[in-house]
């Protein structure tokens, strides 16, 4: 199987299936001379580990990452990093009713049209296991990108319940299950998802990550656009069905004088009066926060019987056994960090390819 690698100069490889004996990544391209250790890479990976809350799956996966190549003495060698995660709570018998069965919304009907082939255990390629291989990669990107870049991400929405942006505070998200800002809305998501999962059903949600600090200038014109790299990585994580910079969509119902991000010199430098753009303006970073939403659709595997057809087009009643999320949008917030920074990472590289600094 082919396109396991994204970035350009900053380029990630990930490998391993969900219920293989490790998951990993190879990162070509970092500096010399970063400081890395396998303990910055680890809190990243703690964030996203299964088992946590009762509103994740209950898979006991510790996601102890180790660095099998690319430092030495603490230092990256700018040769190839090599990490590993050991997979020590598969359970694939949970699995052994559906490999023969297509479960609707997911891609086991698409891996076995294209490939012939599929591993129904947890889906191989396509869990959402392999994310924490591009957290790890995140962590990574995080050094090149250097203190002076903030990366945060935080859920937005749970099914059909938006937080109040008004009561939005960076400080909330990691005392919370949720990863929400909004610390008021916290007791009706338990009580929300409480219901979906009793109900062996699934909920999707949204994300928004930012990034401040961001430099200006990363990005190119036409088809090296900083937005349309970023999308294409957001879009790139499981279950994502759609993305959004800045206001997105929500640009289409303003006027051109209310979207307008108004410009102004304060102390010799260019201040913005809004930030509609996302931070990304012809593709280019001006300096902005970048902003980005992406939604993720709900999980496919469920204990609700949903109609489908086994492989030899024999109609059945689908039901998912096993350890599922209810809502597996909560845990892309970390993962949606580290995509924002793997693309980050790779444009201020190719930036300073292209003009120095």
């Not at 990669?137 to 937080?163: E, F, M, S, W, Y």
């Not at 800045?246 to 913005?272: I, R, W, Y």
Request: contains cysteine; negative net charge; hydrophobic residues 40%.
């Amino acid at each position: 199987m082919s396109y396991n690698t994204f970035g350009h100069l900053f380029r990630v490889t990930t490998w391993g299936e969900s219920h293989g004996p490790a998951i990993g990544c190879v990162i070509d391209g970092c500096p010399p001379l970063l400081s890395l250790t396998e303990e910055d890479i680890q809190p990243c990976l703690d964030r996203r580990r299964p088992g946590q809350s009762a509103f994740t799956t209950q898979r006991q996966e510790a996601d102890r990452v180790r660095i099998l190549s690319g430092v030495f003495e603490g230092k990256t060698t700018g040769t190839p990093i090599s990490l590993m995660i050991e997979n020590t709570d598969q359970r694939s018998r949970d699995y052994g009713d559906i490999a023969s069965t297509y479960r609707p919304g997911h891609a086991d009907l698409t891996y076995d049209l294209k490939y012939g082939i599929r591993d129904y255990r947890g889906g191989g390629r396509s869990s959402a296991r392999e994310t924490a291989c591009r957290v790890a990669a995140g962590a990574v990107a995080r050094k090149i990108l250097g203190p002076d870049v903030t990366i945060r991400g935080a859920l937005v929405q749970l099914g059909p319940h938006d937080i109040d942006r008004t009561r939005w505070d960076w400080n909330e998200v990691d005392r919370n299950p949720f990863f929400s800002p909004d610390a008021a809305v916290v007791a009706e998501w338990e009580s929300y998802l409480a219901g979906i999962r009793k109900a062996g059903s699934s909920v999707g949600a949204v994300i928004e990550v930012q990034a401040e600090g961001v430099p200006a200038g990363l990005g190119a014109p036409i088809y090296g656009k900083l937005d349309a790299d970023l999308a294409a990585a957001l879009m790139s994580i499981n279950a994502v069905k759609g993305v959004e910079i800045g206001d997105g969509f929500a640009s289409a119902a303003l006027t051109g004088p209310e979207n307008a991000d108004t410009l102004a010199m304060q102390d010799g430098k260019v201040v913005f009066g809004s930030n509609h753009a996302g931070g990304i303006l012809g593709g280019i970073s001006s300096g902005q926060p970048v902003v980005a939403r992406f939604a993720v659709k709900p999980t496919s595997s469920m204990l609700t019987p949903v109609a489908s057809i086994t492989r030899d087009g024999t109609a059945i009643d689908v039901v998912t056994k096993g350890r599922h999320d209810p809502c597996v949008g909560i845990r892309a917030v970390p993962v949606g960090e580290a995509m924002l920074a793997c693309v980050l990472a790779d444009h201020l590289l190719r930036h300073r390819g292209q003009v120095g600094g």
